[in-house]
């Protein structure tokens, strides 16, 4: 790369820019706490293109500018996601820790480009597409309402833990086919690759051998599930394939969708303007839904694309093979959009502006009905929460709220709440 993996690192302090040249150490309390004032420090000291470094030293640009962002995932030419590209290979230990982030070239929706990419699309798009909308929002009440009544008689709960995290994977794992005794397990395993610990590895296997099971099982009996209509697509593909797509999916909805549920959540109990509007504000909680997505998207940093040639970005020189970092959060945050932009649109969920890269752009952006089915559980999960327990308040200060410890996700680790107790739906009826 152009700038040297041996760069002066950022303090460890904040993990703000030193001088005008070095490298930004993509690490440091800052990105936790106050990451749009790094955002905001990163752009007056280098620009939309920013020399960042990871860890072991390796280097990458982080791209923060919005327009610098759309041009990159507009050219799927350029800047393929395409992994194999990478000119750090020689240089990345098989244990380094970003290794599942960036990824391993594999055969997959996620990890393929071009005409593979496109394949691998129009056999799982479609079989998302076809889940009825209707369906999903009755399965995210039913699966909502089990985990509310598991904590509702006792008055306290933690809704990251207890609610926002589980939530999600229970839905998915309906969807892919999976029976809800199947789908608890399967939310344990991704908690446990979400971690990142000792475990992270054995829990990958088993998530493998979930879905290998799954394929065959629906092989044998197909259902009016997401992995049997991949399967009945015309064009063949291999078991690995499959199993590697449904983990995609499963994964990539998994602590997106519970951190905009959680961030959400917390929004509407500490900020004036959703808290004023509880309980049962449904127009609230599309509007705090939006904000979230524009203000602090669960994503903040996507890897990634890979140059494919020598190119210029944002008057930097990139060369061919180095990695690019969405800056999704940075972007969204960028003046000149904002500017555009009007901070009334930008807060209003209304038919508002839905400008935000929180999905990302362009041929490797989010599937759109991947997208609705996030919106529709994280929608439905705010909306049965709040009416279940309506007045639900923080059981600490918001300041003790404290966030991943990470630059590339943006949420909550707890979020400790009170209410009154209350019986359970079982008890109701």
């Not at 393929?112 to 394949?119: F, L, N, V, Y």
């Not at 809800?180 to 990958?204: F, S, T």
């Not at 690995?240 to 999916?249: N, R, S």
């Not at 998994?254 to 309980?279: K, N, V, Y």
Request: hydrophobic fraction near 40%.
């Amino acid at each position: 790369m152009t700038h040297p993996s041996s760069a002066t690192p950022s303090s460890a302090a904040g993990g703000c820019p030193v001088g005008g040249t070095g490298a930004v150490a993509l690490s440091g309390p800052g990105f936790h706490t106050e990451p749009q004032a790094l955002y905001r420090r990163m752009r007056r000291d280098h620009g939309p293109v920013v020399p960042v470094e990871l860890p072991g030293g390796v280097p990458a640009w982080l791209v923060i500018g919005y327009r610098e962002l759309h041009q990159v995932t507009s050219d799927g030419e350029l800047f393929p996601r395409d992994v194999s590209l990478w000119n750090q290979w020689e240089n990345i230990p098989a244990d380094w820790p970003l290794l599942p982030m960036v990824g391993t070239p594999m055969p997959s929706i996620y990890f393929t480009a071009g005409a593979e990419h496109r394949r691998h699309v129009d056999m799982v798009v479609p079989a998302l597409e076809a889940a009825d909308p209707f369906e999903i929002r009755q399965h995210c009440e039913q699966l909502a309402d089990r985990l509310i009544d598991a904590v509702c008689t006792r008055g306290t709960a933690d809704l990251v833990a207890e609610y926002a995290e589980p939530l999600p994977v229970l839905v998915l794992a309906r969807l892919i086919g999976f029976p809800d005794e199947e789908g608890a397990d399967i939310a344990r395993v991704l908690k446990d690759l979400a971690d990142g610990g000792p475990g992270a590895q054995k829990a990958y296997q088993r998530f493998g051998e979930h879905m290998h099971r799954l394929v065959a099982a629906k092989r044998e009996r197909p259902g009016d599930d997401v992995t049997s209509r991949m399967l009945a697509h015309p064009e063949p593909f291999t078991d690995e394939e499959y199993a590697l797509d449904l983990m995609a999916v499963t994964a990539a909805g998994h602590l997106t969708t519970a951190d905009w549920i959680g961030s959400s959540t917390r929004l509407m109990l500490t900020e004036d303007q959703f808290a004023d509007a509880l309980p049962g504000g449904r127009h609230s909680v599309a509007e705090a839904m939006n904000e979230v997505l524009w203000e602090e998207g669960p994503t903040q940093i996507l890897a990634g694309r890979w140059a494919a040639r020598d190119a210029r970005l944002g008057g930097r020189n990139i060369a061919r093979g180095d990695m690019l970092l969405l800056g999704l959060g940075a972007a969204n945050a960028d003046p000149h959009i904002r500017q555009q932009v009007s901070s009334s649109v930008v807060r209003s969920g209304r038919g508002g502006n839905s400008a935000h890269l929180a999905f990302s752009h362009g041929e490797y952006r989010c599937p759109f009905p991947a997208q609705e089915i996030a919106e529709t559980i994280a929608r439905t999960g705010v909306e049965v929460l709040m009416d279940r327990l309506p007045d639900l308040e923080l059981s600490v200060p918001a300041t003790e709220l404290v966030r991943r410890p990470s630059a590339f996700l943006r949420g909550t680790i707890a979020l400790p709440v009170r209410f009154t107790p209350v019986r359970t739906t079982g008890d109701a009826l």
